[in-house]
């Protein structure tokens, strides 16, 4: 069979949605495996992506017109990612989609099969159909559909957030990531990054959260010779901010207890001049990704790996040791979904809640890790209150030898903690708190 743009992205949404696989491991095993052009890979890249994205508003699309049981299991993704560009790829023609579908209907049943026509048939009825919504009245059930969200979700976040906040992250939420870069040398300027990848045909923008973080706008910044040379690295303007929250001298001995795959640990590590970081992940063989960083970034030499569970830190260290502590959680990942699309349909509201304990237990055993007059900076990339705000409240009051320090980091005016939703300076949601432990 011929491969395409679409029978790559049919082959990754077959593999996702029935077999679920990871739509990032999956879809780029297949792109690699591919010889498709760089253009084919983004269409198929598009497709992937915006299929899942909008999976929960394309059911509801599909659902009337399917009246008999799909027998062959390549026939729902191919209705969901054939819908998908329907409703979301205003510059392919309609024809073009359904050609496509049947083509691909006929390469995956055989001519006779029934399935060919019964794809061809469901997609033009989708075309007589047109979009369906649930009645605005019923406001949760309707945003749920238009912003393909569970139902959960949206009423989660209009408690949180208010009705038009809400409406926002949810929209924010489904506007595709550019990619981020942080510049990792000190010698280097905006514009002097901007100019040198402008050269290699990569359009920038500047983050309006830091000066050392730019958008890409076009172009694939992994292949510029800045990153090859480890002067830039792939970093979101947010979740730089976590770093620049500490005071460094540069002297300091640094535990990052939750570190993998790593983007935090070289930050710190470009910090310190005699000073080094001790990155520990629960999952041993993400440490890989670390020490790679690290190297790429020719700052090995100040960081030092271990496997460990942040909530036995105690039995690998003694009280006091670090000057300063880095716990960048792992979280529901909620600031991500622009990044990530099916972190919307993974999470529930009780893996918040059970985040949230463990988040708590791995802050309440590093303190005492933490030597007097040493800073805590605790982050996520989730913008939930359990995860967030719940746990620095319940820290401090278990720790009345911690403190809240205020955080003037980036462009943002000096607060007590930090919290960015997606909809605001084209980042992930990201939430940082300090605390100095008394000395
Ligand atoms: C949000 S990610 C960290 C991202 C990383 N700091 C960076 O900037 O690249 C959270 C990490 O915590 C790790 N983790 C989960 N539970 C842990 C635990 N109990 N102790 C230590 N690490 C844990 C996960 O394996 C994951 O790599």
């Not at 979301?88 to 023609?93: A, G, N, S």
């Not at 496997?307 to 260290?317: G, S, T």
């Not at 993974?346 to 985040?355: G, H, R």
């Amino acid at each position: 069979m011929m491969t395409s743009a679409r029978s790559v992205a049919l082959d990754t949404l077959i593999k996702v949605l029935n077999q679920n696989s990871y739509s990032n491991i999956a879809l780029n095993n297949a792109l690699e495996k591919s010889k498709l052009s760089d253009k084919d890979k983004a269409l198929t890249t598009k497709i992937v992506y915006g299929t899942i994205q909008y999976k929960i508003f394309l059911d509801y699309q599909l659902k009337p017109l399917i009246k008999t049981k799909l027998k062959d299991k390549f026939i729902y993704p191919l209705l969901l990612m054939s819908a998908y560009q329907y409703f979301f790829l205003e510059r392919i023609p309609t024809s073009a989609i359904f050609d496509e579908a049947n083509k691909l209907a006929k390469n995956y049943s055989g001519r006779n099969s029934g399935s060919y026509k019964l794809v061809n048939g469901i997609l033009r009825a989708l075309d007589r159909q047109g979009e369906l919504l649930p009645n605005k009245n019923n406001t949760e059930e309707y945003l749920s559909i238009k912003y393909s969200f569970p139902k959960w979700l949206v009423e989660y976040f209009i408690d949180l957030f208010g009705l038009k906040r809400a409406k926002s992250i949810l929209s924010a939420s489904n506007i595709p990531a550019a990619t981020s870069i942080r510049i990792t040398d000190s010698n280097l300027s905006h514009s002097d990054v901007a100019d040198q990848l402008a050269k290699e045909k990569i359009k920038t923008l500047p983050s309006k959260l830091t000066d050392h973080n730019l958008l890409i706008e076009h172009g694939n910044v992994a292949k510029s010779d800045l990153f090859k040379e480890g002067k830039i690295t792939i970093q979101d303007s947010a979740a730089s901010l976590a770093v620049d929250a500490f005071n460094f001298k540069g002297n300091e001995k640094v535990l990052d207890a939750c570190s993998a795959p790593g983007g935090k640990t070289v930050q710190i590590a470009e910090q310190l001049t005699t000073g080094n970081v001790t990155a520990s992940d629960i999952h041993e063989n993400k440490l890989a990704l670390v020490k790679k960083a690290a190297q790429r970034l020719g700052v090995s030499d100040k960081v030092k790996t271990v496997a460990l569970d942040a909530r036995k830190a105690q039995d690998h260290f003694t009280s006091g040791t670090f000057n300063k502590i880095l716990v960048d959680a792992p979280c529901s990942g909620l600031g991500l979904i622009r990044r990530k699309p099916e972190i919307r349909y993974d999470k529930k509201l009780a893996d918040i809640k059970n985040l949230s304990k463990i988040q708590k237990d791995i802050l309440n055993h590093i303190a005492p890790l933490l030597a007097p007059g040493g800073e805590l900076v605790y982050s996520t990339c989730t913008i939930t209150k359990e995860e967030d705000e719940d746990v620095v409240a319940a820290f401090l009051k278990n720790h009345a030898d911690f403190e809240l320090v205020p955080i003037k980091v980036g462009n943002l005016p000096k607060q007590d903690f930090v919290k960015i939703l997606p909809d605001e300076f084209n980042s992930d949601g990201f939430f940082i708190a300090k605390f100095k432990k008394r000395g």
